[in-house]
């Protein structure tokens, strides 16, 4: 069975420009997370789907960041425009259902903003 | 106060030890607990969950003490290749929460 698919794995970007991340969950996963790791910390919850609606976008700096799923597959992360301080790893996960069911992370997508 | 607070370490041990892993959470409505496992510049994955009962999975035991709010790992006969930070987590509202994580190297 194919894992959580992102891409791209690494970005570099100039400040102020815009930059876009793409996530394909497991198959039948209903849930759709997107989070950010700094260096030296644990994952922080940005945004969580339920199919195609957006239940947790808390964390989501919203005067820079979007973040859609159509369809209830596929989501895309985007951030516009890019701040130094954007620079860490875009992490996707994806469960069946529920928060506590196992959430399976995809391999990440490293920006650095210069 | 951090919601999830862990000892950074390193921890260096040698093949075959015993070590200890503790976690510590602030908020009482925390509903499941978990490990997750990160190896270097890789994605962090499900290691366990932690029951009240505590749980033991080969080499490894989870336990929970909810009235200290308190998590532990324990992690017998260390390999090579249980190196790796080891993230706890926990469900606060619907929401994982996970702490900075603690480097766990294992030495020949």
């Known amino acids: 069975e194919a894992g959580v698919v992102q891409s791209p794995r690494y970005k570099i970007i100039e400040k102020k420009q815009p930059v876009a991340f793409w996530c394909n969950p497991i198959s039948g996963h209903n849930t759709l997370y997107w989070y950010r790791q700094n260096l030296g910390q644990g994952p922080e919850l940005l945004i969580r789907?339920?199919?195609?609606?957006?239940?947790?976008d808390s964390q989501l700096p919203k005067d820079r960041f979007s973040a859609e799923r159509l369809k209830g597959v596929d989501s895309t992360l985007k951030i516009q425009p890019a701040e130094l301080g954007d620079s860490a790893v875009y992490l996707c996960?994806?469960?069946?259902?529920?928060?506590?069911?196992?959430?399976?992370f995809g391999p990440g997508t490293r920006l650095t903003v210069l | 106060r951090k919601e999830v607070e862990q000892d950074p370490g390193p921890f260096n041990v040698p093949e075959g030890a015993t070590v200890a892993f503790n976690c510590t959470y602030s908020?009482?409505?925390?509903?499941?607990f978990f490990w997750y496992r990160q190896d270097c510049r890789k994605e962090p994955k499900l290691l366990m969950s932690v029951y009240s009962s505590g749980n033991e999975d080969g080499r490894f035991t989870a336990q929970l003490n909810r009235a200290s709010q308190y998590i532990s790992l324990l992690i017998r006969d260390s390999k090579l290749s249980d190196s790796a930070t080891y993230l706890c987590v926990v469900n606060v509202f619907q929401k994982l929460v996970f702490g900075t994580g603690t480097r766990l190297l294992v030495s020949p």
């Open positions: 789907y339920e199919n195609e609606e957006a239940v947790d």
């Open positions: 996960a994806s469960s069946l259902d529920r928060v506590t069911d196992t959430q399976y």
């Open positions: 908020n009482s409505a925390s509903q499941s």
